[in-house]
């Protein structure tokens, strides 16, 4: 009788466990201090502990995970993805100790685990690879003369690990060193290997990877592309197949010739080949993902395959049943991650506890989550807490779909990248398919002000309910100056409204703006709120403190109406953002350099500290021409919430 443990957590534990249970087989979970309340755990027949939070105590304790697979009976580790996915010593740990290692040999995992070897096997093998170096940078001095010879912009990659950690672009000479420092040292803190690459930067490509599947008896089987090109700091939003930026005569080269490297490397396990398609047609590799992908959903969906429960298979020495010809792919899926992180701060994570979750459902829908009310999302881990995944006949079908399911999510306690989803979506370049890996990156600042727009939307249309539904008042035939505390903003504006049968029409006056909204109560005990542009849908219900909380699709604002007099003026006025000042902690963090001193003059815009949260870096830059004052000397090292103190600006005088 087989038995399982997965060396993972959150919902790649459960996607996992589904399999497992689909064949009978039990499963042992492990768990870090900081995952007791997920699901992952709660929902385990057998669960263990295994250390404190930061995964180093933890998910990445190899000897206390093989030693917790002995004691509990199992006879093989499924390594999930992330983590020690993709870590050959521990594969070899593993076989060693007499247990099954879900995944591919520890030989061939080395041989495509560095990015390095891959690209020179790839190179033999006659697979296109971008301009770059088959050997890790040696010393710093190293970088300029190979970015001169590649020409600005160029990549530094860390050559362990992936999933957009360890990667830095390059666009002049003055950020080289700064560049290579943080790409070893991310790589470093995230694989245990400082090694770093050096490649040309495609600027404009999309993100195209194709599935395989290889057994242990010399079959192999590709199961399609994916277009992974929906981008933010090289990790990867949005994920679909088919990709409308393939041709049937691409994949008729590329795919034949990517199941002869499996064949003949002795790849024995699910994999991943990925590429960059320039503007001009030309396919440039990657990377090979030895493991299970997040993405692999829309493959499942779209091929009617369980390819956790293929792998698994094929782990135990069972031989590949399906033939090629078998495979065919039905419809159009998208997959989106679900983030813990602040859009309109440069998606920086924004780990904190959930409120309120509350997953879509619906035929052809795939949630894969973990998180339940009142769970602490972690500041150790990857900011992804659920993926949601669509299939239709169409891709235009699927966007649709995928709105109404993102619609329907309920995310509160922390920013999230919901309403970031659902505005790119309806982007024309995203309906159009154009979107490339630097699309967001280039239109950062459009995106950050359409997304203020639909928030401001969201707010004056919870104020309109709110108005609605103040039981002291009337018909209000004249402009009535009212004030509303709306999450932490206040709002001065005027109103006047007419009840109605069912509802009311309230029209609000914001900075010489006219906003006519018309309330509604529906049977189902919801409320719906139209504009000439408009409709949402949602609930609204009393809280404490007068407040009202209006939930409209995926949107949840507390709302506080006041008559002019009742709140203090110096209240009503939004905090206007100083130049300098105290310099506070955007989140949950640990701060790993500190590249200032006390009374030290910078420059606006002058990097100040690096802050690390949920395995990325994070840049804290000045805003001003300043000067450093307040600077503790215990802060390198230390760990931080978020709105902790870290140091204060001094403006300077022009």
Known sequence: MHKVL?????EVALRVKRSLDKMGIPCVMVYSSADRGSRHVTEASEAYWIGEGPSSQSYLNQDLILETARNSGCDAIHPGYGFLAENADFAEKVIQSGLVFIGPNPQVMRLFGSKISARTEMVQR???VAPG????IAEPSEILALAKEYGFPVLLKASGGGGGKGMRIVRGESELLQAFEQCSREAMNSFGDPRVFIEKYLEVAHHIEFQVLGDKHGNALHFGHRECSAQRRHQKLIEETPSPNVSEEELKELLPLLVRVVKETGYDSLGTFEFLKSEDGKYAFLEMNTRLQVEHSVTEMTYGVDLVEMQIRVAYGEPLVLKQEQIKQTGHAIECRICAEDCLADFVP????LLEYKAPTGLDLRIDDFAVTGFEIPMHYDPMIAKITVCRGTREASIVAMDKALSELCIHGFPHNVLFHRMLLKHPDFLGGSITTAWIGNNLSSLKS???KIHQQFKIAALAVAIAQEKNWGDIQERYPLYARLGEDWLHFSARRKMEKGGCQVEILIDNQNHLMDVFYLESGQVQVISPKMCWRGNSFAFLD??????????RINVKLMRPGSVPLNLMKKASQSAGGAIVSPINGKILKVEVKDGMAVAKGQLLLILEAMKMENEIRSPVDATVV???DSLLGSTVGKGDFLLELKPREN
Not at 6 to 10: V, W
Not at 350 to 353: D, I, N, Q, T
Not at 546 to 555: F, N, P, R
């Open 6 to 10: 997965i060396a993972n957590r959150g």
């Open 126 to 128: 006659g697979v296109p």
């Open 133 to 136: 170096l088959n050997r890790p």
């Open 350 to 353: 924004s780990p904190g506890k």
């Open 450 to 452: 359409e997304l203020l």
């Open 546 to 555: 007068e407040h009202l909380v209006v939930e409209l699709e995926s949107t």
């Open 630 to 632: 307040g600077l503790s």
